[in-house]
């Protein structure tokens, strides 16, 4: 048995029942397994048994008050996977389905995507079950100073940088990083992704989505193609989604549909993005309502999205929410590239389709590690207590972007593997955090 199968065997019996952590380290480690076996000096140090096991995972309760007076108790979790080369950086996800597997699962990537970034920068992530969703601005506030309560002595600025995620936006960060000012007495860069008036960046709100599409078009251009004049549907409505639409549009494609997590949208003369950020940004609304602003478009109840036809297809809700099926219709259907700006929006067997079908497939580790690169420019900023213009933000996300995406192709290649980028991402992430682990001794 090989040293991958050895450690995953290993891994999965030691943490039963998170399925998410299992399929994101059987993805990974699948992957590596041609790379590792060629560099033993990874078995002899052990790196891929302490890769597996988080740093620390901190997990604790969070009790608040509702609007009725009642009080509400609700789980927090922070993991922090990986400080090999740099603070834990990763975002906080508040939603109903978080658990502590989803939490590793997503940790344990943030590692490899961290890594991708060229910027210095460790792998965590953490979140709570809470949800936010029709609760008054008072009550997330309640939640988000409990949350903060406890998480506050666990991170920092040279220690754990904590970001948004689903259900984490401007407001929750706002609250979470007052209360951490008042606990600790410091005002310094401990969250990412904070309002520009209290040490936040340009250009960070639009950089996942941004990132991901300057990816997907370089990945295009250098297979003779562009995002100019191709339909896109993008899956999710939320920050992501937003941004990468917006982006989209300026390049010159076509967004022909965007969801939520009751339907979806379908307007065949392209997706108004002013009246989806109204509903969106402004009246956390339905996705359904914008029939209200477009009466031709068409609202459908329930998943189905990658029945749409299209060029480009960019997942960007939440984990496993592209699967077989939806990859063989948008194959016959002639779909050419996919870029994941959700995190494993993609299931295992939904990728391996689009790889035998030799469609352009670049992982969410790799493509939307726009949003976190942007936070550790954000991270920059406050230490150098400067603040750069969005079109400097924007640029220096470009040359990253474009900068992952070569050398996810350069990795791919390297290991025999051209244009699998699953492969190349996972190779080229790892090759870094190692060479750290194994350079800093037993750590
Ligand atoms: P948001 O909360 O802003 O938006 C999430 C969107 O996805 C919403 O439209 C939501 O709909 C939809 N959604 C959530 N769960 C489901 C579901 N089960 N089925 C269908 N739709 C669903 O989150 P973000 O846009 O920030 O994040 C989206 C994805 O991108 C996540 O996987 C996240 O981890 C990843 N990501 C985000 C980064 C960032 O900078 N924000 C960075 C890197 C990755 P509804 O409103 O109905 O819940």
Redesign the pocket.
């Known amino acids: 048995m090989s040293y991958t199968a050895k450690v995953l065997e290993q891994a999965i019996k030691r943490n039963p029942h998170e399925p998410e952590f299992h399929q994101a380290m059987t993805e990974i480690l699948t992957t590596l397994q041609p790379f590792v076996d060629s560099h033993p000096e990874y078995e002899r140090a052990g790196v891929l048994e302490r890769l597996v096991e988080p740093e620390r995972v901190i997990m604790f309760r969070v009790p608040w008050v509702d609007d009725a007076g009642k009080m509400q108790v609700n789980k927090g979790y922070r993991v922090q996977f990986n400080s090999a080369i740099g603070p834990y950086k990763g ?1 906080l ?1 508040f ?1 109903p ?1 978080v658990s502590l597997s989803i939490i590793k699962f ?1 940790g344990f990537e943030q590692i490899f995507k961290n890594s991708l970034t060229g910027q210095p920068i460790g792998g965590g992530k953490g979140g709570s079950d809470f949800d936010p ?1 029709g609760k008054s601005d008072r009550e997330v506030m309640a939640f988000c100073q409990s949350f903060m309560t406890e998480l506050f002595r666990h991170i920092g600025q040279n220690t754990d940088v904590p ?5 984490v ?1 401007g407001r929750e960060i706002g609250f979470m990083f007052g209360q951490y000012k008042r606990l600790a007495n410091s005002f310094e860069g401990v969250l990412t992704g904070k309002g520009l008036v209290y040490g936040g960046s340009l250009a960070r709100t639009e ?2 989505g941004y990132g991901l599409v300057y990816l997907t078009d370089e990945m295009l251009r250098q297979h003779g193609k562009s995002l100019e004049g191709k339909t896109v549907v993008i ?7 937003i941004y990468a639409t917006q982006k989209v549009q300026q390049l010159g494609g076509k967004v022909l549909a965007l ?4 339907g979806y949208i379908y307007d065949a003369e392209g997706i108004d993005l002013a009246a989806v950020k109204d509903i ?1 940004e402004i009246k956390r609304g ?2 359904s309502e914008y029939k209200n602003y477009r009466p031709k478009a068409v609202y459908t109840e329930g ?1 189905g999205i990658w029945n749409v036809k299209c060029d480009v297809a960019l997942p ?4 496993n ?1 592209l699967g077989e099926t939806d990859a063989k219709t948008l194959v016959k259907n002639g779909c050419i590239a996919v870029g994941e ?3 494993m ?1 993609t299931t295992a067997e939904a990728t391996e389709v689009f790889l035998q079908n030799k469609v352009l497939f670049a992982p ?1 580790k790799a493509a ?1 590690a726009g ?2 690169a942007t936070s550790a420019l954000e991270m920059s900023q406050n230490s150098m207590r400067a603040s750069w213009s969005f079109d400097e933000v924007d640029q220096k996300l470009k040359v990253i972007m474009v900068n992952i995406y070569n050398n996810i192709a350069a990795a791919a290649k390297e290991a025999g593997q051209e244009d699998n980028f699953v492969a190349g991402a996972n190779i080229a992430g790892f090759k870094k955090v190692a060479e750290a682990m194994i350079l800093q001794g037993a750590i």
């Open positions: 975002g996800r939603h389905s997503l969703k970001a948004g995620d689903i259900g936006g950089a996942t899956s999710g409505s939320g920050n992501v989604a969801s939520d997590s009751n969106k339905r996705i998943t960007c809700a939440t984990q929410e700006g959700a995190n929006p969410g939307n949003g976190v």
